[in-house]
Protein backbone atom coordinates (compact mmCIF):
# COMPACT_ATOMS: atom_id res chain seq x y z
CA UNK A 1 0.00 0.00 0.00
CA UNK A 2 2.10 3.66 -1.42
CA UNK A 3 1.35 6.43 0.45
CA UNK A 4 0.08 7.64 -2.88
CA UNK A 5 -2.82 5.64 -3.29
CA UNK A 6 -6.14 6.37 -2.72
CA UNK A 7 -6.34 3.08 -0.77
CA UNK A 8 -3.63 4.31 1.35
CA UNK A 9 -5.27 7.56 2.53
CA UNK A 10 -8.64 5.88 3.50
CA UNK A 11 -6.49 3.45 5.61
CA UNK A 12 -4.88 6.57 7.14
CA UNK A 13 -8.93 7.96 7.58
CA UNK A 14 -9.64 4.82 9.38
CA UNK A 15 -6.53 4.78 11.47
CA UNK A 16 -7.46 8.59 12.58
CA UNK A 17 -11.08 7.66 13.29
CA UNK A 18 -10.53 4.89 15.50
CA UNK A 19 -7.26 6.80 17.27
CA UNK A 20 -9.44 9.63 18.51
CA UNK A 21 -12.06 7.68 19.67
CA UNK A 22 -9.96 5.74 22.00
CA UNK A 23 -10.13 7.11 25.54
CA UNK A 24 -6.74 8.04 26.55
CA UNK A 25 -5.02 6.02 29.58
CA UNK A 26 -6.02 6.40 33.16
CA UNK A 27 -3.52 7.65 35.10
CA UNK A 28 -3.17 4.59 37.40
CA UNK A 29 -1.27 4.82 40.89
CA UNK A 30 -0.07 2.54 43.05
CA UNK A 31 -0.05 2.76 47.00
CA UNK A 32 2.44 3.15 49.76
CA UNK A 33 1.14 1.08 52.93
CA UNK A 34 2.15 5.05 53.85
CA UNK A 35 -0.82 6.08 51.96
CA UNK A 36 1.20 8.04 49.19
CA UNK A 37 0.63 7.23 45.73
CA UNK A 38 3.22 6.85 43.30
CA UNK A 39 3.16 5.58 39.58
CA UNK A 40 4.64 2.24 39.28
CA UNK A 41 7.47 0.99 36.66
CA UNK A 42 4.24 -1.57 35.42
CA UNK A 43 2.21 1.40 35.20
CA UNK A 44 5.04 3.43 33.27
CA UNK A 45 6.00 0.64 30.80
CA UNK A 46 2.36 -0.05 29.98
CA UNK A 47 1.03 0.75 26.43
CA UNK A 48 -1.87 3.21 26.52
CA UNK A 49 -4.61 2.03 25.19
CA UNK A 50 -4.42 4.49 21.40
CA UNK A 51 -0.88 2.19 21.14
CA UNK A 52 -2.78 -0.79 20.89
CA UNK A 53 -4.95 1.03 17.61
CA UNK A 54 -1.50 1.83 16.29
CA UNK A 55 0.13 -1.26 16.36
CA UNK A 56 -3.44 -3.00 15.62
CA UNK A 57 -3.22 -0.63 11.84
CA UNK A 58 0.26 -1.16 11.75
CA UNK A 59 0.03 -4.60 11.59
CA UNK A 60 -2.74 -4.92 9.17
CA UNK A 61 -1.06 -2.12 7.05
CA UNK A 62 1.58 -4.96 6.76
CA UNK A 63 -0.54 -7.64 6.06
CA UNK A 64 -1.46 -5.78 3.02
CA UNK A 65 2.16 -7.04 1.86
CA UNK A 66 1.15 -10.77 2.43
CA UNK A 67 0.60 -12.91 5.77
CA UNK A 68 4.19 -14.67 5.23
CA UNK A 69 6.31 -11.20 4.94
CA UNK A 70 4.22 -10.44 8.35
CA UNK A 71 5.02 -13.84 10.07
CA UNK A 72 8.59 -13.09 9.19
CA UNK A 73 8.60 -10.04 10.80
CA UNK A 74 6.79 -11.52 13.78
CA UNK A 75 9.18 -13.60 14.16
CA UNK A 76 12.03 -11.82 13.74
CA UNK A 77 10.80 -9.16 16.29
CA UNK A 78 10.28 -11.75 18.93
CA UNK A 79 13.65 -13.06 18.13
CA UNK A 80 15.61 -9.82 18.83
CA UNK A 81 13.13 -9.20 22.15
CA UNK A 82 14.15 -12.82 24.10
CA UNK A 83 17.80 -11.88 23.33
CA UNK A 84 17.03 -8.33 24.80
CA UNK A 85 15.60 -9.99 27.45
CA UNK A 86 18.15 -12.72 28.22
CA UNK A 87 20.82 -9.64 28.07
CA UNK A 88 18.52 -8.06 30.67
CA UNK A 89 18.81 -10.86 33.05
CA UNK A 90 22.24 -11.40 32.74
CA UNK A 91 23.01 -7.75 33.59
CA UNK A 92 20.29 -8.36 36.42
CA UNK A 93 22.43 -11.45 37.75
CA UNK A 94 25.44 -9.34 37.88
CA UNK A 95 24.24 -6.79 39.74
CA UNK A 96 22.93 -9.08 42.57
CA UNK A 97 26.17 -10.70 41.92
CA UNK A 98 28.01 -7.64 42.52
CA UNK A 99 26.64 -6.47 45.44
CA UNK A 100 27.72 -9.09 47.78
CA UNK A 101 31.16 -8.83 46.41
CA UNK A 102 33.40 -6.39 48.22
CA UNK A 103 36.91 -7.25 46.83
CA UNK A 104 37.39 -5.18 43.64
CA UNK A 105 39.31 -7.69 41.60
CA UNK A 106 36.63 -10.39 42.23
CA UNK A 107 34.26 -7.54 40.91
CA UNK A 108 36.26 -7.18 37.93
CA UNK A 109 36.22 -10.77 37.41
CA UNK A 110 33.03 -11.10 37.60
CA UNK A 111 31.76 -7.99 35.28
CA UNK A 112 34.15 -9.46 32.65
CA UNK A 113 32.59 -13.17 32.59
CA UNK A 114 28.89 -11.69 32.78
CA UNK A 115 29.44 -9.10 30.23
CA UNK A 116 31.19 -11.80 27.66
CA UNK A 117 28.14 -13.75 28.05
CA UNK A 118 26.16 -10.54 26.87
CA UNK A 119 28.47 -9.82 23.88
CA UNK A 120 27.82 -13.51 23.16
CA UNK A 121 23.74 -12.94 23.14
CA UNK A 122 24.22 -9.91 21.24
CA UNK A 123 26.55 -11.56 18.84
CA UNK A 124 24.53 -13.91 18.31
CA UNK A 125 21.43 -11.86 17.87
CA UNK A 126 22.93 -10.03 15.32
CA UNK A 127 24.43 -12.44 12.50
CA UNK A 128 20.73 -13.99 12.89
CA UNK A 129 19.46 -11.09 11.58
CA UNK A 130 22.36 -10.48 9.27
CA UNK A 131 21.60 -13.67 7.85
CA UNK A 132 17.99 -13.07 7.75
CA UNK A 133 18.82 -10.39 6.07
CA UNK A 134 21.46 -11.52 3.83
CA UNK A 135 18.63 -14.25 2.76
CA UNK A 136 15.63 -12.10 1.80
CA UNK A 137 17.74 -9.57 0.33
CA UNK A 138 20.11 -11.49 -1.84
CA UNK A 139 19.05 -15.02 -2.01
CA UNK A 140 17.19 -15.32 -5.47
CA UNK A 141 19.97 -13.17 -6.75
CA UNK A 142 22.71 -15.26 -5.67
CA UNK A 143 20.64 -18.57 -7.02
CA UNK A 144 20.70 -17.25 -10.16
CA UNK A 145 24.24 -16.64 -10.50
CA UNK A 146 24.86 -19.84 -9.32
CA UNK A 147 22.46 -21.24 -12.27
CA UNK A 148 24.10 -18.82 -14.48
CA UNK A 149 27.86 -19.90 -14.01
CA UNK A 150 26.44 -23.74 -13.70
CA UNK A 151 24.80 -23.20 -17.21
CA UNK A 152 28.02 -21.26 -18.26
CA UNK A 153 30.32 -24.56 -17.31
CA UNK A 154 27.96 -26.99 -18.69
CA UNK A 155 27.66 -28.62 -15.46
CA UNK A 156 23.46 -28.64 -15.69
CA UNK A 157 20.45 -27.11 -16.36
CA UNK A 158 19.03 -23.60 -14.36
CA UNK A 159 18.22 -23.88 -11.21
CA UNK A 160 14.95 -22.34 -10.55
CA UNK A 161 15.01 -20.25 -7.67
CA UNK A 162 12.78 -20.69 -4.77
CA UNK A 163 10.49 -18.04 -3.82
CA UNK A 164 12.21 -15.20 -1.57
CA UNK A 165 10.12 -13.24 1.15
CA UNK A 166 11.31 -9.91 1.07
CA UNK A 167 9.34 -8.05 3.79
CA UNK A 168 8.59 -4.38 3.90
CA UNK A 169 11.35 -2.03 5.52
CA UNK A 170 13.91 -4.98 5.72
CA UNK A 171 16.92 -2.82 5.56
CA UNK A 172 15.53 -0.03 8.06
CA UNK A 173 13.93 -1.93 10.45
CA UNK A 174 17.49 -4.33 10.52
CA UNK A 175 19.74 -1.48 11.47
CA UNK A 176 17.17 -0.35 13.95
CA UNK A 177 16.98 -3.77 15.62
CA UNK A 178 20.87 -4.32 15.36
CA UNK A 179 21.17 -0.99 16.72
CA UNK A 180 19.02 -1.71 20.04
CA UNK A 181 20.77 -4.95 20.26
CA UNK A 182 24.32 -3.42 21.19
CA UNK A 183 22.40 -0.67 22.93
CA UNK A 184 20.96 -3.15 25.60
CA UNK A 185 24.57 -4.50 25.31
CA UNK A 186 26.54 -1.39 25.87
CA UNK A 187 24.07 -0.35 28.73
CA UNK A 188 22.67 2.02 27.01
CA UNK A 189 19.04 0.92 27.86
CA UNK A 190 17.16 -1.42 29.93
CA UNK A 191 15.68 -4.44 27.64
CA UNK A 192 12.28 -4.16 26.92
CA UNK A 193 10.11 -6.13 29.08
CA UNK A 194 6.84 -5.32 27.26
CA UNK A 195 6.18 -7.28 23.71
CA UNK A 196 3.56 -5.15 22.42
CA UNK A 197 5.30 -1.66 22.87
CA UNK A 198 8.99 -3.09 21.08
CA UNK A 199 6.63 -4.50 18.05
CA UNK A 200 5.16 -1.14 17.96
CA UNK A 201 8.60 0.50 17.97
CA UNK A 202 8.98 -2.26 15.40
CA UNK A 203 6.49 -1.92 12.91
CA UNK A 204 5.07 1.56 13.22
CA UNK A 205 3.55 1.79 9.99
CA UNK A 206 4.09 5.22 8.42
CA UNK A 207 7.88 5.09 8.78
CA UNK A 208 8.23 0.72 8.48
CA UNK A 209 8.64 1.64 4.18
CA UNK A 210 11.15 4.25 4.12
CA UNK A 211 12.50 5.64 7.66
CA UNK A 212 13.78 7.49 9.36
CA UNK A 213 15.73 4.79 10.96
CA UNK A 214 14.48 5.37 14.75
CA UNK A 215 16.52 4.97 17.79
CA UNK A 216 14.42 2.66 20.34
CA UNK A 217 14.74 4.78 23.12
CA UNK A 218 13.59 7.55 21.84
CA UNK A 219 10.25 6.49 19.41
CA UNK A 220 9.46 4.12 23.01
CA UNK A 221 9.24 7.83 24.79
CA UNK A 222 7.10 8.95 22.16
CA UNK A 223 4.29 6.21 22.11
CA UNK A 224 4.50 6.22 26.41
CA UNK A 225 3.30 9.79 26.15
CA UNK A 226 -0.55 9.12 25.37
CA UNK A 227 -0.72 12.82 24.66
CA UNK A 228 -4.31 14.41 23.97
CA UNK A 229 -5.65 14.77 20.45
CA UNK A 230 -6.01 18.84 19.49
CA UNK A 231 -7.32 20.66 16.44
CA UNK A 232 -4.20 22.29 16.15
CA UNK A 233 -2.10 19.33 15.93
CA UNK A 234 -4.24 17.46 13.02
CA UNK A 235 -4.25 21.00 11.18
CA UNK A 236 -0.54 20.87 11.45
CA UNK A 237 -0.06 17.36 10.87
CA UNK A 238 -2.42 17.63 7.38
CA UNK A 239 -0.22 20.54 6.40
CA UNK A 240 2.94 18.73 6.43
CA UNK A 241 1.19 15.86 4.87
CA UNK A 242 0.10 18.72 1.80
CA UNK A 243 3.61 19.95 1.47
CA UNK A 244 5.24 16.32 1.43
CA UNK A 245 2.71 15.05 -1.34
CA UNK A 246 3.15 18.31 -3.31
CA UNK A 247 6.96 17.75 -3.53
CA UNK A 248 6.43 14.07 -4.72
CA UNK A 249 3.50 13.86 -6.86
CA UNK A 250 4.29 18.08 -8.05
CA UNK A 251 7.96 18.14 -8.89
CA UNK A 252 9.54 15.12 -8.02
CA UNK A 253 7.29 12.85 -10.30
CA UNK A 254 7.68 15.02 -13.47
CA UNK A 255 11.61 15.40 -13.50
CA UNK A 256 11.27 11.64 -12.92
CA UNK A 257 10.26 11.59 -16.67
CA UNK A 258 12.45 13.69 -17.48
CA UNK A 259 15.54 11.82 -15.98
CA UNK A 260 14.18 8.40 -17.07
CA UNK A 261 13.80 9.63 -20.78
CA UNK A 262 17.32 10.59 -21.09
CA UNK A 263 18.58 7.32 -19.56
CA UNK A 264 16.56 5.46 -21.50
CA UNK A 265 18.10 6.25 -24.42
CA UNK A 266 21.21 7.77 -23.00
CA UNK A 267 22.90 7.04 -26.52
CA UNK A 268 21.03 10.13 -28.13
CA UNK A 269 21.92 12.71 -25.46
CA UNK A 270 25.50 14.15 -25.22
CA UNK A 271 27.46 16.69 -22.90
CA UNK A 272 25.20 19.06 -20.88
CA UNK A 273 22.51 17.32 -21.67
CA UNK A 274 23.90 14.67 -19.15
CA UNK A 275 24.68 18.04 -16.82
CA UNK A 276 21.01 18.77 -16.55
CA UNK A 277 19.99 15.19 -15.88
CA UNK A 278 22.55 15.06 -13.02
CA UNK A 279 20.91 18.05 -11.81
CA UNK A 280 17.34 17.44 -12.03
CA UNK A 281 17.91 13.76 -10.44
CA UNK A 282 19.35 15.44 -7.26
CA UNK A 283 16.51 17.22 -7.03
CA UNK A 284 14.23 14.76 -7.48
CA UNK A 285 15.54 12.22 -5.19
CA UNK A 286 15.44 15.14 -2.71
CA UNK A 287 11.72 16.19 -4.00
CA UNK A 288 10.97 12.85 -3.44
CA UNK A 289 12.84 11.24 -0.12
CA UNK A 290 12.29 14.27 1.73
CA UNK A 291 8.58 14.59 0.47
CA UNK A 292 8.07 11.14 1.89
CA UNK A 293 9.55 12.19 5.17
CA UNK A 294 7.23 14.77 5.36
CA UNK A 295 4.41 12.85 5.24
CA UNK A 296 5.39 10.39 7.67
CA UNK A 297 6.13 12.76 10.27
CA UNK A 298 2.64 14.93 9.27
CA UNK A 299 1.28 11.42 9.74
CA UNK A 300 3.03 11.07 12.80
CA UNK A 301 1.87 14.50 14.43
CA UNK A 302 -1.61 13.56 13.86
CA UNK A 303 -0.92 11.06 16.44
CA UNK A 304 0.75 13.33 18.58
CA UNK A 305 4.65 11.07 17.41
CA UNK A 306 7.37 13.29 16.80
CA UNK A 307 9.95 11.62 14.88
CA UNK A 308 13.91 12.00 13.71
CA UNK A 309 14.43 14.46 11.41
CA UNK A 310 15.75 13.15 8.29
CA UNK A 311 17.03 15.95 6.44
CA UNK A 312 18.25 19.46 7.47
CA UNK A 313 18.44 21.46 4.36
CA UNK A 314 21.05 20.20 2.68
CA UNK A 315 21.38 22.85 -0.08
CA UNK A 316 23.01 24.76 2.28
CA UNK A 317 25.87 22.66 2.96
CA UNK A 318 29.20 23.93 2.67
CA UNK A 319 31.18 20.53 2.42
CA UNK A 320 30.37 16.89 1.46
CA UNK A 321 30.88 16.15 5.16
CA UNK A 322 28.65 19.20 6.18
CA UNK A 323 25.93 17.35 3.40
CA UNK A 324 25.82 13.99 4.95
CA UNK A 325 25.03 15.54 8.51
CA UNK A 326 21.80 17.03 6.90
CA UNK A 327 21.10 14.17 4.30
CA UNK A 328 19.43 10.98 5.76
CA UNK A 329 19.99 12.12 8.84
CA UNK A 330 19.42 8.57 10.63
CA UNK A 331 21.20 5.92 8.81
CA UNK A 332 24.50 8.49 8.90
CA UNK A 333 24.09 9.02 12.52
CA UNK A 334 23.25 4.58 13.13
CA UNK A 335 26.79 4.43 11.07
CA UNK A 336 28.38 6.62 12.80
CA UNK A 337 26.67 5.55 16.38
CA UNK A 338 27.50 1.57 15.42
CA UNK A 339 30.15 1.48 13.07
CA UNK A 340 32.30 4.55 12.99
CA UNK A 341 32.60 4.99 16.59
CA UNK A 342 33.56 1.12 17.75
CA UNK A 343 35.53 1.05 15.16
CA UNK A 344 37.72 3.77 15.68
CA UNK A 345 38.38 3.21 19.22
CA UNK A 346 38.98 -0.72 18.73
CA UNK A 347 42.56 -1.66 20.59
CA UNK A 348 43.38 -3.71 16.99
CA UNK A 349 43.21 -0.40 14.59
CA UNK A 350 44.13 1.52 17.44
CA UNK A 351 47.83 -0.55 17.84
CA UNK A 352 48.34 -0.05 14.08
CA UNK A 353 48.14 2.90 14.13
CA UNK A 354 50.49 3.49 16.94
CA UNK A 355 52.93 1.25 15.28
CA UNK A 356 52.69 3.31 12.30
CA UNK A 357 52.95 6.29 13.99
CA UNK A 358 56.56 4.95 15.84
CA UNK A 359 57.91 3.79 12.70
CA UNK A 360 56.88 7.18 10.37
CA UNK A 361 54.83 10.20 12.26
CA UNK A 362 51.64 11.24 14.13
CA UNK A 363 50.19 12.06 10.88
CA UNK A 364 50.42 8.75 8.95
CA UNK A 365 48.95 6.97 11.89
CA UNK A 366 46.11 9.14 12.01
CA UNK A 367 45.80 9.42 8.81
CA UNK A 368 45.82 5.13 8.75
CA UNK A 369 42.82 5.26 11.20
CA UNK A 370 40.50 7.87 9.30
CA UNK A 371 41.31 5.93 5.92
CA UNK A 372 40.15 2.94 7.60
CA UNK A 373 36.97 4.03 9.53
CA UNK A 374 35.75 5.84 6.98
CA UNK A 375 36.16 3.65 4.08
CA UNK A 376 34.38 1.09 6.10
CA UNK A 377 31.40 2.76 6.91
CA UNK A 378 31.27 4.15 3.40
CA UNK A 379 31.66 0.68 1.77
CA UNK A 380 28.59 -0.47 4.55
CA UNK A 381 26.74 2.40 3.37
CA UNK A 382 26.97 1.22 -0.65
CA UNK A 383 26.24 -2.43 0.48
CA UNK A 384 23.27 -1.42 2.38
CA UNK A 385 21.68 0.72 -1.36
CA UNK A 386 22.45 -2.19 -2.73
CA UNK A 387 25.61 -5.31 -3.91
CA UNK A 388 26.12 -4.28 -7.68
CA UNK A 389 29.19 -2.62 -8.81
CA UNK A 390 27.99 0.93 -8.77
CA UNK A 391 26.82 1.25 -4.88
CA UNK A 392 30.27 0.14 -3.85
CA UNK A 393 31.98 2.64 -6.33
CA UNK A 394 29.60 5.12 -4.89
CA UNK A 395 30.29 4.75 -1.53
CA UNK A 396 34.14 4.95 -2.22
CA UNK A 397 33.33 8.02 -4.11
CA UNK A 398 32.00 9.75 -0.81
CA UNK A 399 34.64 8.26 0.81
CA UNK A 400 37.45 9.81 -1.00
CA UNK A 401 35.93 13.11 -0.31
CA UNK A 402 35.22 12.88 3.62
CA UNK A 403 39.03 11.22 3.90
CA UNK A 404 40.13 14.26 1.90
CA UNK A 405 38.39 16.70 3.97
CA UNK A 406 39.25 15.18 7.32
CA UNK A 407 42.70 14.52 6.47
CA UNK A 408 43.93 17.37 4.05
CA UNK A 409 41.36 20.09 5.68
CA UNK A 410 40.95 22.60 2.87
CA UNK A 411 40.24 25.27 5.00
CA UNK A 412 43.63 25.62 5.88
CA UNK A 413 44.66 26.19 1.88
CA UNK A 414 41.60 28.93 1.94
CA UNK A 415 43.68 30.85 4.61
CA UNK A 416 47.12 30.37 2.59
CA UNK A 417 45.63 31.64 -0.60
CA UNK A 418 44.07 34.94 1.32
CA UNK A 419 40.20 33.85 0.45
CA UNK A 420 37.75 34.87 3.27
CA UNK A 421 35.91 31.76 4.03
CA UNK A 422 33.18 33.82 5.77
CA UNK A 423 31.79 36.38 2.66
CA UNK A 424 28.83 35.42 1.84
CA UNK A 425 30.30 34.57 -2.32
CA UNK A 426 33.04 31.97 -1.06
CA UNK A 427 30.02 30.47 1.01
CA UNK A 428 27.45 30.26 -2.10
CA UNK A 429 30.49 29.06 -4.01
CA UNK A 430 30.95 26.10 -1.64
CA UNK A 431 27.07 25.67 -1.48
CA UNK A 432 27.28 25.23 -5.41
CA UNK A 433 30.31 23.42 -5.12
CA UNK A 434 28.64 20.50 -2.62
CA UNK A 435 25.43 20.00 -4.38
CA UNK A 436 27.60 19.53 -8.18
CA UNK A 437 29.92 16.99 -6.35
CA UNK A 438 26.56 15.16 -5.24
CA UNK A 439 24.94 15.17 -9.04
CA UNK A 440 27.95 13.86 -9.67
CA UNK A 441 27.33 10.77 -7.74
CA UNK A 442 24.32 10.38 -8.35
CA UNK A 443 24.79 9.36 -11.93
CA UNK A 444 27.29 6.83 -10.43
CA UNK A 445 23.71 4.83 -9.01
CA UNK A 446 21.05 6.12 -11.01
CA UNK A 447 21.44 4.11 -14.18
CA UNK A 448 21.46 1.05 -11.87
CA UNK A 449 24.93 0.06 -14.57
CA UNK A 450 28.34 1.35 -13.80
CA UNK A 451 28.98 1.08 -17.65
CA UNK A 452 26.18 3.54 -18.33
CA UNK A 453 27.78 5.73 -15.98
CA UNK A 454 31.05 5.58 -17.50
CA UNK A 455 29.42 6.72 -21.08
CA UNK A 456 27.82 9.53 -18.97
CA UNK A 457 31.10 10.70 -17.58
CA UNK A 458 32.64 10.76 -20.62
CA UNK A 459 29.99 12.78 -22.34
CA UNK A 460 30.06 14.94 -19.16
CA UNK A 461 33.30 15.85 -19.32
CA UNK A 462 34.33 15.79 -23.12
CA UNK A 463 31.57 17.34 -24.60
CA UNK A 464 30.16 20.94 -24.43
CA UNK A 465 27.12 21.55 -26.34
CA UNK A 466 24.89 24.71 -24.87
CA UNK A 467 22.51 24.75 -28.58
CA UNK A 468 20.83 21.88 -26.92
CA UNK A 469 18.74 24.79 -24.83
CA UNK A 470 17.46 26.19 -27.67
CA UNK A 471 17.24 23.43 -29.92
CA UNK A 472 14.65 21.62 -28.72
CA UNK A 473 17.04 18.62 -27.78
CA UNK A 474 15.94 18.69 -24.43
CA UNK A 475 12.16 18.51 -25.42
CA UNK A 476 12.61 14.70 -26.69
CA UNK A 477 13.34 13.39 -23.40
CA UNK A 478 9.40 13.20 -22.56
CA UNK A 479 8.95 16.93 -21.33
CA UNK A 480 7.04 19.48 -23.47
CA UNK A 481 8.41 23.29 -23.41
CA UNK A 482 5.94 24.17 -20.77
CA UNK A 483 6.35 21.51 -18.56
CA UNK A 484 10.04 21.93 -18.77
CA UNK A 485 10.05 25.58 -17.45
CA UNK A 486 7.68 24.36 -14.86
CA UNK A 487 10.21 22.07 -13.41
CA UNK A 488 12.81 25.14 -13.27
CA UNK A 489 10.22 27.18 -11.76
CA UNK A 490 9.26 24.24 -9.46
CA UNK A 491 12.86 23.52 -8.16
CA UNK A 492 13.33 27.76 -7.36
CA UNK A 493 10.37 27.39 -5.42
CA UNK A 494 11.86 24.34 -3.63
CA UNK A 495 14.90 26.45 -2.88
CA UNK A 496 13.30 29.73 -1.91
CA UNK A 497 11.09 27.59 0.43
CA UNK A 498 14.25 26.02 1.65
CA UNK A 499 16.18 29.16 2.36
CA UNK A 500 12.92 30.74 4.06
CA UNK A 501 12.90 27.83 6.06
CA UNK A 502 16.98 28.24 7.30
CA UNK A 503 16.64 32.10 7.20
CA UNK A 504 13.13 32.96 9.09
CA UNK A 505 12.26 29.43 10.46
CA UNK A 506 9.35 27.96 10.08
CA UNK A 507 6.76 28.50 6.90
CA UNK A 508 3.88 26.53 9.33
CA UNK A 509 4.07 28.41 12.47
CA UNK A 510 4.58 32.01 9.94
CA UNK A 511 1.53 30.87 7.82
CA UNK A 512 -0.52 30.49 11.43
CA UNK A 513 0.15 33.98 12.47
CA UNK A 514 -1.41 35.30 9.61
CA UNK A 515 -5.57 35.83 8.94
CA UNK A 516 -7.88 33.04 8.68
CA UNK A 517 -8.48 33.91 5.20
CA UNK A 518 -4.87 34.24 3.99
CA UNK A 519 -3.81 30.65 5.47
CA UNK A 520 -6.98 28.84 3.58
CA UNK A 521 -5.55 30.35 0.65
CA UNK A 522 -2.10 29.81 1.17
CA UNK A 523 -3.25 25.47 2.57
CA UNK A 524 -6.02 25.02 -0.33
CA UNK A 525 -3.52 27.00 -3.09
CA UNK A 526 -1.42 23.71 -2.28
CA UNK A 527 -4.31 21.46 -2.14
CA UNK A 528 -5.30 23.20 -5.97
CA UNK A 529 -1.25 22.87 -7.15
CA UNK A 530 -1.18 18.95 -6.52
CA UNK A 531 -4.43 18.18 -7.97
CA UNK A 532 -3.80 20.32 -11.10
CA UNK A 533 0.21 20.03 -11.21
CA UNK A 534 0.51 16.63 -10.17
CA UNK A 535 1.18 13.98 -12.20
CA UNK A 536 -0.82 11.14 -12.05
CA UNK A 537 -4.31 9.99 -13.62
CA UNK A 538 -5.09 7.66 -16.46
CA UNK A 539 -2.41 6.45 -18.61
CA UNK A 540 -0.08 7.21 -15.39
CA UNK A 541 1.16 5.12 -12.75
CA UNK A 542 2.91 7.37 -10.04
CA UNK A 543 5.95 5.94 -9.43
CA UNK A 544 7.04 4.65 -5.95
CA UNK A 545 8.76 6.26 -3.54
CA UNK A 546 12.70 5.89 -3.88
CA UNK A 547 13.72 4.07 -0.87
CA UNK A 548 11.19 1.73 -0.73
CA UNK A 549 13.03 -0.65 -2.41
CA UNK A 550 15.52 -0.80 0.42
Known sequence: MVFTSFSFLGFLALTILAFCLTPRRRRARDVLPSGKHFQSKRHATALPPRGYVLLAFSLVFYSFAGWKKLLFLLLTALFVWLCSRQMGQVYDNMNNTLSRLEDR?????????????????????????????SYCKYGAMLVGAISDLLVSLGKGGPITAWEVIVPLGLSYYTLSLIGYLLDVYWRKQEHESNFALFLLCVCYFPQILQGPIPRYRLLRKEFLEDTPVTSQQLCRGAQLILWGYFKKLVIADRLNIFITGVLGSYQLYDGLAFWVTALFSTFQLYADFSGCMDIVQGISELFGITLEKNFDHPFTSRSVAEWWRRWHITLCQWMKDYV?????????????GGKLKKRFNAKVGKAFVTIVTIGVVWLLTGLWHGVK???LIWGLYY?????????AQPKRLTVRLGIDGDSPAWQRFQMVRTTLIFSVGRLITVPDDFSISLHLFQGMFTHFNPWIFWDGSLLTAGLDGANLILSLLLITLLLVVEHSQVTRGSIRDRVATLKLPVRWVVWYGLLAGILILGIYGPGYSASSFAYMNF
Request: glycine share 2%; proline share 4%.
Open 399 to 407: ALFLIIDTI
Open 105 to 133: KEKASVQKRYRKRCRRLAAFGIVILLVFY
Open 340 to 352: YFPLAVSPHLIKV
Open 389 to 391: VCY
